[in-house]
């Protein structure tokens, strides 16, 4: 397993990959990047890993260059083509997984089959999703975690620079989150995924507090041919709090 930087135009981002296999794309969440994270050596077990680091996450630059949502489909699109593997699988976790989707509807040549793990995206009116820029900390751990204490098994790869506190290194990811989830996570994608043709599967924690559970019923709605699952004991975060099923899931989805 290493941690490498990719240089594609104007964006040069931290990349974790491992493994050897048929080649797995994983897109992070609206917090971080996981790191060396237990489910990504796991999934690194039978198939090679990359997991980018979002331009503007951390230390990845490009963010100046991210007018819209477009933009960085456009070079998560450039990024995939450079690696030269063909169709890739794509797993997206939470504003990841919106990204995931709309790549699968703007490359399809790309994606070969398509995980969608507590994905933001889609609203549903009635059922209005958490702000999780406004929550205060025990509000948000609540939110996020069946079990708030399983918050501790949640890795980071890549910390804050040296003399760059915590604080603003949280700050720098969530702003850049905020671009594409404020004021609301819906930018049109319930629009396009009838352009989506990849195999989906859809993960949901059972205890999700930020995107419910019920969720999966507007994504059913959306993609009929998708497999939605909810993972029990688990929140927003499944791949922690529910590592062996999550692991399992996906790879007898992925083959």
Do not use: C
Not at 232 to 239: Q, S, V
Request: glycine letters at 10%.
């Amino acid at each position: 397993m290493k941690t490498s930087r990719k240089t594609t135009g104007e964006f040069d981002v931290r990349v974790w990959s491992g493994g050897a296999g048929s080649p797995v794309l994983y897109l992070h969440g609206f917090e971080q990047h996981p790191g060396d994270a237990p489910f990504l050596r796991k999934l690194a077990q039978t198939h090679e890993v990359m997991a980018p680091e979002h331009p503007g996450y951390g230390s990845s630059t490009g963010f100046e260059r991210l007018h819209d949502l477009q933009d960085l489909i456009l070079y998560y699109r450039t990024l995939v083509d450079s690696w030269g593997k063909g169709p890739v699988d794509v797993i997206g976790h939470s504003l990841g997984g919106m990204f995931a989707a709309e790549l699968a509807v703007m490359a399809p040549h790309l994606v070969r089959k398509l995980v969608l793990v507590s994905p933001y995206g889609l609203w549903i009116d009635d059922q209005p999703l958490a702000d999780p820029f406004v929550l205060l900390p025990p509000q948000f751990a609540a939110a996020k975690w069946h079990d708030p204490s399983k918050a501790a098994n949640e890795t980071s790869a890549f910390d804050a620079a040296e003399g760059e506190s915590a604080a603003n290194y949280r700050t720098v990811n969530l702003t850049t989150a905020a671009k594409f989830m404020w004021p609301i996570p819906d930018k049109g994608l319930s629009r396009r995924l009838s352009y989506l043709t990849a195999p989906t599967l859809v993960i949901h924690g059972e205890s999700d507090g930020l995107v419910p559970a019920s969720y999966d019923q507007a994504w059913a709605r959306a993609l009929p041919q998708a497999t939605t699952v909810r993972i029990p004991g688990a929140g927003h975060m499944p791949m922690v709090e529910a590592e062996g099923a999550f692991t399992s899931l996906v790879n007898d989805f992925l083959g």
